[in-house]
């Protein structure tokens, strides 16, 4: 128990400092709570945009060598290594994880700690069950049972949707452990329509140097470039909108950009698909775009979903993990099956041709968002729950 006036001192960990979704949330917490109340840092692995952003925000940061997504044993025992130093040295009330990887190494970094007799209180947040990724059954019931011993160690786990909280109560003994709270997002101070889409013509022309405007309708899409984004899915639904006058923005970087890019040089949309690469502060260029896309494998929850319907756009997404629960098929977008292209271009199609179906989506998007996601309740019951542990 806190001596009364005693800060809270919470150590956020995460596995990434880019940013993306699980990104937004830690910094979206950390920069909001009592500073008179919380002794706040953040540990991360890498340099990105993350740590620029909260050492300008004033919150203290430390890096985890070795840290990366991808997995290897010698890196594995060295972050674990680092993560358990970092621990000792700090000696927070709460340590609360963030991510699947860091979930089970910082879980049992703080188990550990109990043989210095140091016993902090251990939160994760599960931003995504990995078990749900597209890989083949080994490896995601081997994923589960990672997932599960992350669930063990910690005190309590916080879920951000209800498609996440059904999957939590698989976990066996583990059910008083599930913690859920309705995600929460602050909104993004939107640019007007015409100053975004100047903005980000000009940032394109200076990576490509020549480029012409983007005329016709713009679809965005905001998603890092990795396998589980589905976005090879969406340039090849791209390749089956022939008449239409569109172009589709992808904003964002990652591990298959050569591989997109090639794919759109073979399917010769050079002049219909853009990657744009990482642009920081995405969500303020969102009225830029007349649809959103999301052709997500996997999502846990879709931040930038929220975010689009803080822009008031109409969506197209794959009805897969928390999608559903934000977008309402047939009222705020046209949900589609994972995988699937045709379902992809038969969506656009629909939202391309009848601007009234726009616009009545984008206003039903804006409403549904605006009533059920509020950062304010999702940091009151988070604080609510720091304050119940301690």
Known sequence: MLESNKKIKILYVITKSNWGGAQRYVYDIATSLDKEMFDIAVAAGGGGILIEKLNSAGIRTMPIPFLQRNIGAIKEFLSLYEIFKIFKSERPDIIHLNSSKIGGLGAVAAFSLRAYKLRP????????WGFNEDRPYIARLIIFLAQWVTV?????????????????????????????????????????KKEAKKEL?????????????????????VAELTKNKGVAYLIEA????????????????????????????????????????????AAKYLKAFDIFVLPSVTEALGYVLIEAGHAGLPVAATK?????????????????????PEAIAEALKKLLDDDGLRKRMGKKNRELISQKFSFEKMLKETVALYQKLI
Not at 201 to 221: D, M, Q, R, Y
Not at 326 to 337: F, M, Q, R, T, W
């Open 121 to 128: 209180k251990i939160i994760f947040t599960a931003h995504g």
């Open 152 to 192: 063990i160690f910690c005190h309590k786990i916080i879920v951000l949707s209800r498609a996440m909280y059904s999957q939590a109560m698989y976990f066996p003994f583990s059910r008083n452990k599930i913690f859920f709270t309705e995600q929460g997002l602050r909104p993004a101070e939107l640019m007007p």
């Open 201 to 221: 013509t000009s940032a394109f022309n200076k990576t490509n140097p020549g480029h012409k405007e983007f005329p016709g309708l713009w679809v965005g899409c």
């Open 238 to 281: 791209a390749s089956k909108l022939a008449g239409r006058d569109f172009r589709l923005l992808i904003l964002g970087s990652g591990e298959d950009q050569e591989k997109l890019l090639l794919q759109i040089s073979d399917l010769q949309l050079q002049d219909k698909v853009f990657l744009f690469g990482f642009v920081p502060d």
């Open 320 to 340: 897969t993990g928390g999608i559903p629960w934000i977008i309402k098929d047939g009222e705020s977008g046209i949900l589609v099956p994972t995988k699937n």
